[in-house]
Every structure is written in structure tokens, then in C-alpha cells.
């Protein structure tokens, strides 16, 4: 059953929804395959056939939203590789991303883990709150 909203007020409707599983799947995997770098900042610039497009600099945005969605994954799966990638994510999130000396986060950096921007953006900040708890919830882990 599906909850949905109509002019009519809300109701429910029998949907199949046995596709999203192996949807989700193929998405997660794609991700983990392709974004997946050695120092743990992640590639987000793929396009639509997993290729990379491009070597931008890195923002908070992409990179915790890809924490999120590996921390879904692992939750989802409880494939511990998914819990490797949310750890080397937020580990370079803290390595890279972090600024020692006011508390906050670098809006970009470098594939490299050079800083690219050292903006504070409250947009980006929210992504790093989200991949936090997101990661602390999904893998029991308060420390996050």
C-alpha cells in the first residue's frame, strides 16, 4: 500500500513496488563502482553511463550526499562494504573538507584534498549535519 495525495484528500492504492529494490541496487553499485576514489573524496562528476565527466573541484553538497546515500545502502543491504565507503567518506570529509581553526567546512576542495573554496556555506553545512546523522544512525555508530 502506498500513501497519496489527490484533490479528492489522501488515501491509499496497491502499488507493485517490487522493482525499487533492484533499482536501488543497480544505482547504489553504479555509485559505489564508479565514485569510489583512494583518498575518499568521490567522484561525482559521471554521466549517464557511469563514465567520469570532467575533474571539478569536490563540493560538501556531492560529497555528503554521497555519504548519505552509501549510509542508506549499507542500512538497506548491511553490505559492509557500503559501511567502508560512509567511513573513508567522512574521514576525508574531516581530512579535507574540515577547517581546524574555525570549526567548519571548506565549501570545495580538489580531487586532491586541496582546499578549492574555502567558503562556510549554510547549504553545504546542512548536507554535513545529514551525512552525519545519517551515518551515525545507519551504522550505530554515536561517534558521527
Same mark, same amino acid.
Given at each position: 500500500m502506498v500513501w497519496f495525495l489527490s484533490d479528492?484528500?489522501?488515501?491509499?492504492?496497491? /502499488?507493485?513496488?517490487?522493482?525499487?529494490?533492484?533499482?536501488?541496487?543497480?544505482?547504489? *553499485?553504479s555509485w559505489r563502482t564508479h565514485a569510489d576514489q583512494p583518498n575518499g573524496i568521490f567522484q561525482p562528476y559521471l554521466d549517464r553511463e557511469w563514465?567520469?565527466?570532467g575533474d571539478g573541484p569536490r563540493t560538501l553538497? *556531492?560529497?555528503?550526499?554521497? /555519504?548519505?546515500?552509501?549510509a542508506r545502502a549499507f542500512e538497506h543491504t548491511r553490505d559492509q562494504?557500503?559501511?567502508a565507503l560512509v567511513r573513508r567518506g567522512l574521514a576525508a570529509l574531516s581530512d579535507y573538507f574540515a577547517t581546524?581553526?574555525?570549526?567548519g567546512?571548506?565549501? *570545495?576542495?580538489?580531487?586532491?584534498?586541496?582546499?578549492?573554496d574555502e567558503t562556510f556555506d549554510?547549504?553545504?553545512h546542512a548536507f554535513v549535519v545529514l551525512a552525519l546523522a545519517t551515518a551515525a544512525t545507519c551504522l550505530d555508530e554515536p561517534r558521527y
Open positions: 479528492e484528500g489522501v488515501g491509499m492504492r496497491d /502499488v507493485e513496488l517490487g522493482w525499487v529494490d533492484g533499482f536501488l541496487d543497480g544505482v547504489w *553499485s563514465r567520469p565527466q553538497v *556531492s560529497q555528503c550526499r554521497l /555519504v548519505y546515500n552509501f562494504g557500503y559501511a581546524s581553526d574555525e570549526g567546512y571548506a565549501w *570545495s576542495c580538489h580531487p586532491d584534498g586541496r582546499v578549492a549554510a547549504y553545504g
